[in-house]
């Protein structure tokens, strides 16, 4: 099966003119200009299969957004080639625009001064839905997102959580088979961000709907994503399943413990690298592949009240992998 998504040496540079601070700078700058370029993604290719869910991640200024802007067609790229469901998306035909959708959370992309209803019925006919898929559509998801009544109430008058949900009605409505979030629970409280990420992963679900989504927060990506591509200065960094970078990246496991009583730190370290301990309990690493046998060996030697054993999260992987820790 041909891939929903191909990107292939996708390059996108920015020139931005330099300017000296103050009048005497921006007097100059009518005699001479002087530009920089920014390499915001620099070289980047992959493919995505129907019905993925994608973690885009990696630090401010990676160029997250601008790839995406790229795949759904608002920006020209530099170089390079991008097919999303056989279209080129910067040529901006109809019937691609009609097949994708690009949610950012940082915008507002309804009218703010109407109930959100009056944008939906504006997108309606943008997008030429029809009057009855329109309704079952809007049914749908109002009772999917909880939303009720809210579409009624003009925009500007709705908390953050709400407009967003409002927000991805608005973007769904065409029913688009690529979806682009880029940071769609940014600046949520956790219960809205919780509801927000069943939703997606019951409409990726239902729909077989192919997604890329951005976020920072790494809940977002292990909850929803399999896979994930980890950019940074415009580079893919990795490109795969979370659970095989996990593996890749950390070589170990950790231990908590608690004991009745105190324990010698000495017959500790035989076991593993002490991070931690104290008179009623510690923490220790120990070879991922050694984590059973451990185990054992602490319950043999110690009185062991409880034990836990966790695998570091994703966060705590990502920010390894980014402070070179
Ligand atoms: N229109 C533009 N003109 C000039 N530079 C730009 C433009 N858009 C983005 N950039 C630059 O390109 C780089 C990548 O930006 P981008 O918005 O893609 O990052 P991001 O990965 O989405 O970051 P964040 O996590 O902060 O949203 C940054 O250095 C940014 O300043
Ligand atoms: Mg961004």
Same mark, same amino acid.
């Given at each position: 099966m041909s891939p929903?998504?191909?990107?292939?040496?996708?390059?996108?540079?920015?020139?931005v003119y330099k300017k000296e601070p103050g009048l005497l700078g921006s007097v100059k700058s009518l005699f001479s200009r002087d530009y920089s370029e920014i390499q915001a993604v620099n070289d980047i290719s992959f493919e995505i299969q129907k019905g993925e869910f994608v973690g885009f991640i990696g630090p401010n200024g990676a160029?997250?957004?601008?790839?995406?802007?790229?795949?759904s067609g608002l920006l020209y790229p530099t170089s390079g080639e991008v097919g999303v469901l056989g279209h080129t998306p910067w040529h901006r035909e109809r019937s691609f625009l009609k097949k994708i959708s690009l949610v950012m959370g940082q915008k507002n992309q309804l009218w703010w001064d109407l109930p959100a209803y009056d944008s939906f019925l504006l997108n309606k006919e943008?997008?030429?839905v029809d009057e009855q898929d329109f309704k079952n559509k809007i049914d749908e998801l109002i009772d999917?997102?909880?939303?009720?009544?809210?579409?009624?109430?003009?925009?500007?008058?709705?908390?953050?959580?709400?407009?967003?949900?409002?927000?991805?009605?608005?973007? /769904? !409505?065409? #029913?688009?088979? %690529?979806?682009? @979030? +880029?940071?769609?629970?940014?600046? =949520?409280?956790v219960v809205m961000q919780r509801r927000l990420r069943i939703f997606f992963k019951e409409y990726n679900q239902k729909f077989g709907t192919t997604v890329i989504l951005t976020s920072h927060n790494m809940d977002d990506v292990?909850?929803?994503?399999?896979?994930?591509?980890?950019?940074?200065?415009?580079?893919?960094?990795?490109?795969?399943?979370i659970s095989d970078l996990i593996r890749e990246h950390v070589k170990y496991?950790?231990?908590s413990f608690v004991v009745s009583?105190?324990?010698?730190?000495?017959?500790?370290?035989?076991?593993?690298?002490?991070?931690?301990?104290?008179?009623?309990?510690?923490?220790?690493?120990?070879?991922?592949?050694?984590?059973?046998?451990?185990?054992?060996? /602490? !319950?043999? #030697?110690?009185? %062991?009240?409880? @034990? +836990?054993?966790?695998?570091?999260? =994703?966060?705590?992987?990502?920010?390894?992998?980014?402070?070179n820790e």
């Open positions: 929903v998504v191909s990107v292939k040496r996708l390059r996108k540079y920015f020139k160029g997250k957004t601008t790839t995406l802007k790229c795949l943008i997008y030429e999917l997102l909880s939303l009720g009544r809210v579409v009624n109430i003009p925009v500007r008058k709705l908390s953050l959580g709400q407009r967003m949900k409002c927000e991805l009605v608005s973007a /769904l !409505l065409h #029913a688009p088979s %690529v979806v682009f @979030l +880029d940071e769609p629970t940014i600046g =949520l409280d292990k909850e929803l994503c399999k896979r994930v591509i980890i950019v940074d200065g415009g580079h893919i960094m990795y490109d795969g399943k496991k950790t231990i009583k105190k324990i010698d730190r000495a017959d500790l370290e035989k076991i593993g690298q002490v991070v931690s301990l104290n008179d009623t309990g510690g923490v220790i690493h120990v070879d991922r592949n050694d984590v059973a046998n451990a185990s054992a060996k /602490l !319950l043999k #030697a110690f009185p %062991v009240e409880d @034990l +836990d054993i966790a695998e570091m999260s =994703l966060e705590g992987v990502i920010r390894q992998i980014f402070t």
